[in-house]
């Protein structure tokens, strides 16, 4: 029995004919993935926290193109599980994972992986880790990245996530300066056309709202680091993986939509939330001063790692001002502090 066999599913019942998708390019892709030389099963890993309202749409665009969605539930709360079961029971490829308690976005996400490793086996498993506010919207980017993973099995694959306007990128691979901690995104707000076309290419950084990869490769990484609670997951693995020789690589090709910020209720894609200043910052430290499960410590360089530390907190104030920016600048300053407290006491953030 696995580590969370104490927590609820939803019984799932199969899907019928009647209910499958009308959209004859989604079953086809779909058909196209699965005929490989081994079966191939796309299991779509989403971590809810009180996103019901977003995750059909999610959901019912992924409608024929995968085999499963899991949907791990860290809201600990009745009427969100209500609303859960309630998708559930309307698309007959969803289950439910509830969690005893909110652990976090990469315990949750490992929580998924896990129920299905334990109960299908890693061989011929796809995970596909996606944030409750991306949607496929042309329907065909769960077959598009599968049939890329057949030429990268050992890889972690991503497409390139739009912005809703469906032209501006919010995520086409990144960067990763361990020297001075700092990460970035690749063609940030840049028109889609100015990205390189057809074939895929490497990238330092693996953004954490939409990871594909065998399950194989997920386990040997040993999944997302899960004592950060919210942020940074994303980086922390993207270096291990980097480190162990696992391939990143964006499929530009490929494209979803992501609604920048929904799921922590930001305002936009520029204008974030407070959690995710003092989040943020403060595992930006533990990652790179508080390392685990890596070889080697990465080299820092003092006087580089405060001088971005010192933009990061003048960010927000030149993002937004007013009282808004102050506050968040101050998030940055408190989330930073507590990184730097937690290392230098040797304690676990959770």
Known sequence: MNNYESIARLPVAKQDAASAPPNNTRASVL????????????????????????????????????????????????????????IAKEYGFVHIIQMPQNGGFGKGVNAGVESVISEHGAEGQVLWILNPDATDESGVAAGLLAEALKSYPEAILSPVILLPNKETVWYAGGRIDVEVGKYSHDFYLESKESLPKEAPYWTEYMCGASVFCNASVWSSLGGFREDLFMYCEDLEL?????????????????????????????????????????Y?????????LQPRG???????????????TLRMV?????????????????????????????????????
């Open 280 to 288: 943020s910052s403060r595992n930006r430290v533990l990652v790179f």
């Open 238 to 278: 993207s270096i291990r993986a980097k480190e162990r020789g696992v391939p990143m690589l964006v499929v530009p090709k490929v494209t979803i939509v992501h609604q920048v910020g929904a799921a922590s209720k930001a305002r936009s894609a520029t204008s974030l939330s407070r959690l995710f200043y003092y």
């Open 31 to 86: 058909a196209d993935a699965e005929s490989s030389d081994h079966d191939c099963c796309l299991n779509v890993i989403i971590v809810n926290y009180f996103t019901a309202h977003l995750l059909k749409d999610c959901i019912s665009k992924l409608q024929g193109t995968v085999t499963r969605v899991i949907v791990v539930d860290n809201s600990v709360n009745e009427d969100e599980f209500e609303a859960l079961s309630s």
């Open 294 to 308: 890596m070889a080697a410590r990465p080299r820092i360089r003092t006087v580089g790692f405060l001088v971005h």
């Open 314 to 350: 003048l960010r927000p104030l030149v993002q937004e001002k007013g009282v808004s920016g102050v506050r968040k600048s101050f998030d940055v300053v408190r989330g930073t502090a507590r990184g730097f407290s937690l290392v230098r006491t040797g304690v676990s953030p959770q």
